[in-house]
């Protein structure tokens, strides 16, 4: 039960930028998409790899073990979720996302030392332990930067840097293992992490102390529902981090991402060796035929973002533009389990593409949502944080059943997929309906005002 609302930050999001205004957002967000680039391309490297790495070091791994050492890096990555969002609203983006890169970076580059099953657990248990500030701190700063009517774009180019990153790795990671061998791509993309890091600690800064922005940006954001302090109430910054466990809200949030997440999941681990030993691609077209459902959800979801932020700068109502994105792209999520019975590669490409294209869709939403329903500004990285963290529970379990069901199965995709759009319709029903309104979470009950 919550009763007296916190005020919300101006909703005008139909004003447009006047003229004249700084444009450094747009830099800030090529930066976060960067950032989440890299970091995709250095948790999707493992998945190219693993094959290969299995045939050249002769360990002969079971699926069920493939699944262990790609799910590793979720058990740390989850666990440092719901502490990695309330750290970056505590230190800020900057401190936050420089302290995620390098270190994820370093255990990166650092893997190929590997030599064993429980070697390269351990590897990617570190580096997920190193990305978990990622994207709570790309989601903080997007909310600072960018007004109400511009979120779901922003979101959407931050968010298709996973997907990018995951394409990227197929013709990187297969392009070094026709050149060299396997160990560079952890190594150079190692290094690119580090510089990246460095770059990002000497450019950003929130609006009000960034030199590139000028006063009428800066109003800008602030007059049309930027998430800065200008727009807090003072009553609503004093909810505590347990609090936010109190909204019906936040426990939708947290399970609707995970549905979301179980099903994209495959496309980040099992993708690679799907392509290769269900519908047997060689090296060349797992790097070409691969990139396409990724590629598809990328355009699909600036599209969307973009259509969706158009949407609100002329008057429609935030809460039903974030649901219909959320439900309707989580239930386009099921299209997976048809690409299980295509007779063609091609066909079930095409099912993949809409499975992954509507995932991404939906995936606007979500990640808008922090921002939404942060009951302060203070409050955004951690509500990113919590739902994250409940989504990568599947990060978890997902890599996990899918090398279970595919040794029950002897290697039949079927039951796995099956699974997975049961998940996608779960989720679809938690945004529809455990889910509230796309505002500003009420005061606590008895909070004075």
């Not at 936050?96 to 890169?101: D, G």
């Not at 979301?260 to 099992?270: G, H, R």
Request: hydrophobic share 50%.
């Amino acid at each position: 039960m919550h009763t007296t609302a916190a005020s919300t930050p101006a909703r005008a999001g139909n004003q447009k930028a006047p003229s004249g205004a700084s444009r450094t957002r747009y830099i800030i967000l090529t930066l976060c998409f960067v950032g989440l680039v890299i970091n995709y391309l250095d948790r999707a490297n493992m998945s190219v790899a693993l094959p290969y790495i299995d045939a050249d070091l002769g360990l002969n791994l079971t699926n069920t073990q493939k699944g262990l050492i790609l799910g590793a890096f979720f058990w740390a990555y989850d666990g440092m979720m719901l502490i990695a969002g309330w750290f970056t609203d505590k230190v800020g983006s900057r401190r936050a996302f420089t302290i995620a890169a390098i270190w994820w970076s370093i255990f990166t580059a650092l893997t190929p030392l590997a030599r064993s099953f429980w070697g390269f657990f351990a590897f990617r248990f570190a580096l997920g332990a190193g990305e978990a500030p990622a994207y709570p701190a790309a989601t903080k700063a997007a909310s600072r930067w960018f007004p109400v009517g511009e979120r779901a774009f922003s979101t959407a180019v931050i968010d298709s840097g996973s997907r990018v990153g995951t394409v990227l790795s197929l013709p990187i990671v297969t392009s070094l293992l026709v050149v060299a061998t396997w160990h560079y791509s952890f190594i150079i993309l190692g290094v690119v992490g580090v510089v990246w890091a460095l770059v990002w600690y000497w450019y950003y800064r929130d609006p009000v102390d960034h030199p590139g922005a000028n006063d009428l940006e800066r109003q800008y954001i602030a007059d049309n529902g930027g998430r800065t302090e200008a727009n807090d109430d003072s009553e609503a910054t004093k909810i505590r981090w347990s609090q936010l466990f109190g909204y019906r809200t936040v426990w939708g949030m947290m399970l609707g991402f995970f549905c979301l997440n179980f099903v994209i999941y495959f496309f980040l681990t099992w993708f690679p060796d799907y392509l290769k030993n269900a519908r047997g691609l060689n090296l060349k077209e797992l790097g070409t035929l691969g990139m396409l459902p990724g590629l598809a959800a990328v355009v699909t979801a600036w599209i969307a973002g973009a259509y969706a932020d158009r949407l609100i700068r002329h008057g429609a109502n935030v809460t039903k533009v974030r649901k219909v994105v959320m439900v309707g792209g989580l239930l386009g999520g099921a299209a997976i389990l048809p690409a299980a019975f295509a007779s063609s590669i091609y066909l079930a490409l095409f099912f993949l593409a809409i499975s992954y294209s509507s995932l991404a869709i939906a995936a606007t939403g979500i990640w808008s949502l922090p921002a939404d329903v942060a009951p302060s500004s203070r409050h955004v990285a951690s509500i990113g944080g919590i739902q994250n963290f409940a989504s990568n529970i599947a990060g978890i379990i997902s890599p996990f059943m899918f090398g279970f069901l595919l040794d029950m199965f002897h290697g039949d995709y079927t039951p796995a997929f099956a699974l997975a759009a049961g998940f996608a319709v779960l989720g679809a029903f938690s945004y529809a309906f455990i889910v509230g309104k796309a505002e500003p979470l009420p005061l606590p009950a008895g909070t004075e005002h």
